[in-house]
């Protein structure tokens, strides 16, 4: 923080990470003038600390306080239960808060967070001990009772959230134990403004809540309801069905939706991004029935990581998907060279590839026949704007492939890890033709020793 303290740089985002908060007004002074997104991440800090610094950030605009519990401190007060009065007009420019998983935030703190900050468009409390049992609410909350500083309740949250006037347009509540109730409730205040909503792993959603999402807020974009198994073929129809602005679908690990499901999707001509990760409901021909479908010319990002992919499906993605700027096709066994070659053939706009444990990749997979008389493609180095590449675990690659194929001047991150067969000669044409990279990971690459190493150091 010393040399920061004395920059003539203009810093602007600032994230503080497993650290114990540092006070230094001289840095804070410096820094905090220009600061518009400022992230605590599991630091400690006392409460007079934290009030002191964030009175020198007046031009936030994002301000994260994530796992760090000390928001809270011993006797059951907030940070701003205590200096609440003196620091509104700090944080009254504030539009994005992130809270996730504090685990011992109280309804008291929330409060007084949410008054101390502007009008909020965009919330995460991913992970936080948020009640929703009615009975629980009653229990802490007889009639008179002001906000609670012992838990954290739907209801109290809801209701400040209300009060403040807060338009929002992005809400996490991802790991929380959101219900159908409370989503419905949620829908139905901010059905004309919201427009992107995450709630990976909220095992108490079920149909009636995304229904009554999809009827209440048709205008959403965003819709990621990860790793809930309980979402089916007739939670993705209707779905489909009703959110025709949607553009971006995060669906991984909801197993229990197969082939019948997937179909609906034709009907979101919005679609860019998409997340199909471990869909392992879904058979090899539903995928080719679906991504044949029709021509999906907006479609940018494609995950269908885990899941039950073949060359065919490939093949269609390659065809009808000629725009896509991310693949990720990891740990999808079934996939051989053939489909490897399709991908750097067509999809020349790639920016970023994932082919993690392929384990039928070989060196084949990564270069071709020279055919330069026709102008062809000759190999992955194709893909010239290529930014970021995973092969680990493809174990059969070796020297040849990556001499053949690695040529990347735009490369950052590189992933070979568990590619056991490379030397250093891999190495040493890694530092001559990847020059811009700066992740590099080998490892469990057992040929490799210090002196391999060096030439890309």
């Given at each position: 923080?010393?040399?920061l303290?004395?920059?003539?740089?203009?810093?602007?985002?600032?994230?503080?990470?497993?650290?114990?908060?540092?006070?230094?007004?001289?840095?804070?002074?410096?820094?905090?003038k220009?600061?518009?997104?400022?992230?605590?991440?599991?630091?400690?800090?006392?409460?007079?600390?934290?009030v002191?610094?964030?009175?020198k950030?007046?031009?936030?605009?994002?301000?994260?306080?994530?796992?760090?519990?000390?928001v809270?401190?011993?006797?059951?007060?907030?940070?701003?239960?205590?200096?609440?009065?003196?620091?509104?007009?700090?944080?009254?420019?504030?539009?994005?808060?992130?809270?996730?998983?504090?685990?011992?935030?109280?309804?008291?703190?929330?409060?007084?967070?949410?008054?101390?900050?502007?009008?909020?468009?965009?919330?995460?409390?991913?992970?936080?001990?948020?009640?929703?049992?009615?009975?629980?609410?009653?229990?802490?909350?007889?009639?008179?009772?002001?906000?609670?500083?012992?838990?954290?309740?739907?209801?109290?949250?809801?209701?400040?959230?209300?009060?403040?006037?807060?338009?929002?347009?992005?809400?996490?509540?991802?790991?929380?134990?959101?219900?159908?109730?409370?989503?419905?409730?949620?829908?139905?205040?901010y059905?004309?403004?919201?427009?992107?909503?995450?709630?990976?792993?909220?095992?108490?959603?079920?149909?009636?809540?995304?229904?009554?999402?999809?009827?209440?807020?048709?205008?959403?974009?965003?819709?990621?309801?990860?790793?809930?198994?309980?979402?089916?073929?007739?939670?993705?129809?209707?779905?489909?069905?009703?959110?025709?602005?949607?553009?971006?679908?995060?669906?991984?690990g909801?197993?229990?939706?197969?082939?019948?499901?997937?179909?609906?999707?034709?009907?979101?001509?919005?679609?860019?991004?998409?997340?199909?990760?471990?869909?392992?409901?879904?058979?090899?021909?539903?995928?080719?029935?679906?991504?044949?479908?029709?021509?999906?010319?907006?479609?940018?990002?494609?995950?269908?990581?885990s899941?039950?992919?073949?060359?065919?499906?490939?093949?269609?993605?390659?065809?009808?998907?000629?725009?896509?700027?991310?693949?990720?096709?990891?740990?999808?066994?079934?996939?051989?060279?053939?489909?490897?070659?399709?991908?750097?053939?067509?999809?020349?706009?790639?920016?970023?590839?994932?082919?993690?444990?392929?384990?039928?990749?070989?060196?084949?997979?990564?270069?071709?026949?020279?055919?330069?008389?026709?102008?062809?493609?000759?190999?992955?180095?194709?893909?010239?704007?290529?930014?970021?590449?995973?092969?680990?675990?493809?174990?059969?690659?070796?020297?040849?492939?990556?001499?053949?194929?690695?040529?990347?001047?735009?490369?950052?991150?590189?992933?070979?890890?568990?590619?056991?067969?490379?030397?250093?000669?891999?190495?040493?044409?890694?530092?001559?033709?990847?020059?811009?990279?700066?992740?590099?990971?080998?490892s469990?690459?057992?040929?490799?020793?210090?002196?391999?190493?060096?030439?890309?150091?």
């Amino acid at each position: 923080m010393a040399v920061l303290a004395k920059t003539s740089t203009i810093i602007t985002w600032l994230v503080v990470k497993s650290t114990a908060l540092d006070p230094d007004a001289e840095f804070w002074g410096h820094v905090g003038k220009t600061l518009k997104k400022l992230e605590f991440k599991s630091c400690d800090f006392h409460p007079a600390e934290f009030v002191s610094l964030l009175r020198k950030c007046r031009k936030l605009e994002h301000l994260t306080i994530s796992d760090c519990d000390s928001v809270v401190s011993e006797t059951g007060q907030s940070v701003l239960d205590k200096a609440a009065s003196r620091i509104p007009s700090t944080l009254a420019g504030i539009k994005a808060l992130d809270l996730s998983y504090n685990k011992s935030l109280t309804d008291a703190a929330f409060h007084q967070l949410i008054t101390a900050v502007g009008s909020l468009s965009t919330l995460s409390l991913e992970g936080c001990p948020l009640s929703v049992h009615a009975a629980v609410y009653h229990r802490f909350y007889p009639p008179g009772t002001g906000h609670s500083r012992l838990l954290m309740t739907f209801h109290d949250t809801f209701q400040t959230l209300l009060e403040s006037g807060a338009r929002m347009r992005v809400l996490n509540l991802s790991r929380t134990t959101i219900d159908d109730n409370s989503l419905i409730e949620l829908s139905k205040a901010y059905s004309q403004t919201l427009q992107e909503l995450h709630v990976v792993s909220c095992v108490l959603l079920s149909r009636r809540g995304v229904k009554a999402l999809c009827l209440n807020v048709p205008r959403l974009k965003c819709l990621n309801i990860a790793l809930n198994r309980q979402i089916d073929d007739d939670c993705l129809t209707t779905i489909c069905a009703n959110l025709k602005d949607l553009e971006e679908l995060n669906v991984s690990g909801c197993t229990k939706i197969t082939s019948e499901g997937f179909s609906a999707l034709v009907h979101l001509e919005k679609l860019q991004h998409a997340s199909f990760s471990d869909c392992s409901g879904c058979e090899q021909q539903g995928f080719v029935k679906l991504f044949s479908s029709r021509p999906w010319p907006r479609m940018r990002a494609l995950d269908l990581s885990s899941c039950r992919i073949d060359d065919a499906v490939l093949r269609c993605i390659t065809e009808q998907m000629p725009m896509l700027v991310s693949l990720d096709v990891s740990q999808t066994t079934q996939l051989t060279a053939d489909a490897v070659r399709t991908i750097w053939t067509h999809l020349r706009l790639l920016r970023i590839l994932r082919m993690a444990c392929c384990s039928k990749i070989t060196d084949a997979a990564l270069y071709g026949p020279d055919n330069s008389e026709s102008f062809e493609p000759a190999s992955l180095a194709c893909l010239t704007g290529l930014k970021a590449l995973s092969l680990n675990g493809c174990c059969q690659l070796s020297d040849a492939g990556v001499l053949s194929a690695l040529y990347f001047h735009e490369l950052t991150t590189l992933d070979l890890g568990h590619c056991d067969l490379l030397t250093a000669v891999s190495l040493k044409h890694i530092a001559s033709h990847v020059p811009s990279l700066s992740k590099l990971v080998l490892s469990f690459c057992v040929r490799l020793d210090d002196a391999a190493v060096t030439p890309v150091l």
